[in-house]
């Protein structure tokens, strides 16, 4: 069965382990621009690459002049639909993180979406839950690519710097790794977005474009 080539993955969740953005979270903040900003949409492609660099944050600040107060109802409204609509995970996640844990291994996640969001998509996609979560409902000054969730990670399941792997598809998820001085894995399988490709292989060296790449990585038979 062969070993894992590292003790603890931390996962990103959206578009990483379910595809929840093109089926989701673009379709909610144009629901939102319906009403917060009348006439104006963002379309898919632009919403992941803005998500990958600036950031949704810094998108809502500077493309549609959101105050502090209207990001929060932006927020609120974000929720209220991801509540009523579960992602379906990626064929072979299941797979790939029942061999991690199988062999003795650890799964966390480290996420922008919220920790019973995880939670909930994992159930329902019948996957094992992971055993630590850190995502938006942390302080700002404690989410990706902070390095805090890493730092809580080695400390809580007393392991080294070397047994971690991140792997996400975006820039935060990069960044908090190398801060943290911790492994990094491209998870490209959700679009294909060439500008996103080109920077995440730019700076980790490769890609995965499929979940099976990514499990052949993972597992050294």
Known sequence: MGKNRYRCLLLDHDDTVVNSTATIHQPA???????????RTCGL?????????????QMCYED??????ELEQETIFW????????????????????????QGGHVCVVTHSFESTVRRDY????????????????PKERRKPSVWPVE??????????????????LR???????AAGI?????????????????????????YKTVEELSAFLFED
Not at 172 to 178: F, R
Request: net charge negative; with cysteine.
């Open 123 to 138: 159930a329902a996609n019948a996957l094992p839950q992971p055993e630590l979560v850190f995502g938006w409902d942390q």
């Open 29 to 39: 903040f144009n629901a939102y621009l319906a009403v917060a900003r009348p006439g």
């Open 172 to 178: 935060p998820g990069y960044e908090m790794a190398k």
């Open 152 to 169: 809580q990670i080695l400390e809580r399941l007393g392991l080294e710097r070397g047994d971690l792997l991140m792997i996400d598809d």
């Open 79 to 102: 929720q209220n639909y991801v509540k009523q609509h579960i992602p379906r995970a990626y064929l072979g996640i299941r797979e790939l993180l029942e061999r991690q844990l199988a």
């Open 45 to 57: 492609e632009e919403y992941m690459l803005k998500n990958c660099d600036p950031g949704f944050i």
């Open 64 to 69: 549609y002049g959101m105050s502090d107060e």
């Open 183 to 207: 492994g990094f894995a491209a998870a490209r399988w959700a679009n294909d977005i060439a500008p996103i490709d080109d920077f995440m292989r730019s700076m980790c060296g490769r890609i």
